[in-house]
């Protein structure tokens, strides 16, 4: 088996209201940042997990999103695998 190191991206759906990243749009714009024009808030996670290759990584983690990490109603994800791949050694 082999470590993968995974970054998942969750952000709301565009379109769908963003309470929080509309709050942070006005609380630049009261601090004089006038040119920021969208505020989007999501998640960003980092997954160390075990697989025989970095598409079953990705898959697992694809599984993780629509089952837990996003809410697929509203929200997107983005799944990066990073090259920093380790082999492990069974104990």
Excluded: W
């Amino acid at each position: 088996m082999t470590r993968f190191r995974l970054e998942v991206r969750v952000v709301p759906r565009p379109g769908l209201l963003d309470p929080e990243g509309k709050a942070i749009q006005s609380a630049l714009h009261s601090l004089d940042y006038d040119s920021v024009r969208d505020v989007r808030v999501g998640k960003l996670l980092y997954l160390d997990l075990e697989a025989n290759s970095s598409d079953e990584a990705r898959e697992r983690a694809e599984a993780m999103c629509e089952r837990l990490l996003a809410n697929p109603v509203t929200e997107d994800y983005q799944i990066d695998v990073q090259d920093d791949a380790q082999e492990t050694v069974p104990a």
